[in-house]
């Protein structure tokens, strides 16, 4: 069975960083896309950012420029770098990726911004 299992989330002012850290129990993780949603009370799971397998990446409008979603393949793990952090970006977070036509989801973790 594979997990995935972020940490990283927090509580942080309006402006600073958080950085999510998304790991796989698989060996390979690399060669999947992978993905960050999350959830803010009472929404929707609204997707977040992306990265394929090749590296390539692309963001939701209200992120880009602002969030930036990587991976280090020796560690198995996806990140997802989060600047200039706005109270909107409260939500837990979570990672998801399609491994071999099934798709996985972690368990979350909690981002809240506030002053």
């Known amino acids: 069975q594979v997990q995935l299992v972020e940490s990283g989330g927090g509580l942080v002012q309006p402006g600073e960083s958080l950085r999510l850290s998304c790991a796989a129990s698989?060996?390979?993780?690399?060669?999947?896309?992978a993905m960050w949603f999350r959830q803010a009370p009472g929404n929707q799971r609204e997707w977040v950012a992306g990265?394929?397998?090749?590296?390539?990446?692309n963001y939701a409008d209200s992120v880009k420029g602002r969030f930036t979603i990587s991976r280090d393949s020796t560690k198995n793990t996806v990140y997802l770098q989060m600047n200039s952090l706005k109270p909107e970006d409260t939500a837990v977070y979570y990672c998801?990726?399609?491994?071999?036509?099934?798709?996985?989801w972690g368990q979350g973790t909690q981002v809240v911004v506030s002053s």
């Open positions: 998801n990726a399609w491994l071999s036509a099934t798709n996985y």
């Open positions: 698989v060996s390979r993780f690399s060669s999947y896309a």
């Open positions: 990265i394929s397998s090749g590296g390539s990446t």
